[in-house]
């Protein structure tokens, strides 16, 4: 019993004196504000981010009004066709059904976005031209001041 009220003791304590700050608040106050660092490319753009999180939870989970409404009205995802000639056939999420495609956009939307050109792509190395890749590719980009997935293809 003694040992217990002892321990709890040495815990209590122990959490008393890691609460306390060990810095003065007032001289931290007095740093300007920093942007966060962009790292390795990618957008640290706060909205950005936000997006890229709601779409990659939109594409978990199936959720085809909410990845809709963050589509650009002419979203391609027929690699060589026109938006026009894309319409004309089942309709992207069909497509994406037909060909099981959801589990592979939704591996391309989990890879860190990079610039190319007016686009934030994924995976990576799509923007690099030394890799020549060819697989499946997603493009994000900002559409009359707000983000917009417009496209994801293959080849």
């Given at each position: ?21 060990t ?41 085809v ?10 979203f ?47 995976p ?32």
């Amino acid at each position: 019993m003694k040992t217990r009220i002892f321990s709890c003791l040495i815990l209590l304590t122990a959490l008393a004196f890691t609460a306390c700050p060990t810095t003065n608040p007032k001289k931290n106050a007095k740093k300007p504000a920093t942007k966060p660092a962009q790292t390795n490319g990618e957008s640290a753009d706060v909205d950005f981010q936000a997006f890229v999180g709601r779409l990659r939870k939109a594409v978990k989970a199936h959720d085809v009004n909410t990845v809709a409404s963050m589509m650009s009205t002419d979203f391609a995802y027929v690699l060589g066709a026109t938006p026009a000639e894309d319409r004309q056939g089942p309709g992207v999420f069909q497509y994406w059904d037909e060909n099981n495609l959801w589990i592979e956009l939704d591996g391309v939307l989990s890879e860190r976005f990079v610039p190319k050109e007016n686009y934030m792509v994924a995976p990576p190395q799509f923007a690099d031209p030394a890799s020549e890749y060819t697989g499946y590719r997603a493009g994000i980009q900002r559409v009359n001041g707000s983000w917009k997935f417009v496209y994801f293809v293959n080849g």
